[in-house]
């Protein structure tokens, strides 16, 4: 559950993190609706930008289940290798299953993308509804840089200030998202924009209570240690009621935003 004792944006817990997608390991996908969606878009996003890739070393970041795992084995017959890392050891097992007889073509990384050691040089790194966990965006932009070829693509997707809006807005509690302008600027640094979209999702669901039994299925509630009292619950259910009430029920607000980028050099070599 969500403390309600805080007003501020919340600095990610990679530590409970961790254990709140191990807990919503088997209910992840089925209730990841506009995970789904954002995947399918970040796909179609690159594809218009960047037509005709054809990666043989792929790094996707923050695999989860593997729900876009799946879909880039099946959007790129070209990999000779698929890197996966995610701070969830046991998604290895998740991500092998969907791999089925392209096993052998994947490696796991298990721990924090922003401290791990990266094995290789890639031609693309691509990942959905991940980033906005990690504590140095920029920090972390300069690091891929490092690590994708002259010509490779960094596609990923992430959430921006009205994600969840409905729960700050009753709580006071959320992440510090990024607007698209300001993504646009951390990636500008050294990359060539090839593509920055933003789209709204709106879910919507019986009662409160059933947004939060959706957040905790899907792991989404990690920015809070302390579960609430049953008068928590009860305030919260009211003022979410009250507020967000509509003729489907009550709704909840998702923000995607997405980039396509290529590494840019300086004439002296390397950024970064």
Not at 39 to 68: K, M, Y
Not at 193 to 202: D, G, V
């Amino acid at each position: 559950m969500y403390d309600v004792t805080r007003s501020i944006p919340m600095i990610p817990d990679k530590k409970l993190i961790k254990l709140r997608f191990e807990q919503a390991a088997a209910t992840y996908e089925q209730q990841a609706t506009v995970q789904h969606r954002v995947a399918d878009r970040l796909l179609g996003l690159l594809n218009d930008s960047a037509p005709g890739v054809t990666p043989e070393q792929i790094l996707e970041i923050g695999c989860c289940t593997g729900l876009l795992t799946e879909k880039v084995l099946e959007r790129y017959p070209s990999i000779q290798q698929l890197t996966v890392s995610d701070l969830v050891a046991a998604f290895e097992q998740c991500v092998c299953r969907k791999a089925g007889l392209r096993v052998d073509n994947i490696t796991f990384l298990a721990g924090d993308i922003e401290t791990i050691r990266l094995p290789a040089r890639y031609d693309l790194i691509i990942s959905s509804s991940t980033l906005h966990w990690v504590h140095d965006l920029p920090a972390l932009c300069a690091k891929l840089h490092r690590h994708l070829q002259p010509q490779g693509t960094l596609a990923f997707s992430l959430y921006g200030k009205d994600n969840l809006a409905e729960i700050r807005a009753v709580t006071g509690v959320g992440l510090a998202y990024r607007n698209l302008d300001q993504l646009r600027t951390v990636v500008a640094e050294r990359f060539d924009i090839l593509a920055a979209e933003e789209t709204r999702e709106t879910l919507w669901y019986p009662d409160p209570i059933a947004v939060l039994q959706h957040l905790r299925a899907t792991g989404v509630n990690s920015i809070g240690q302390r579960p609430w009292t049953r008068r928590q619950v009860n305030a919260f259910s009211h003022a979410y009621r009250d507020r967000f009430s509509g003729q489907q029920g009550v709704r909840l607000t998702y923000h995607p935003m997405f980039i396509v980028a290529r590494p840019r050099y300086q004439a002296e070599g390397r950024i970064g």
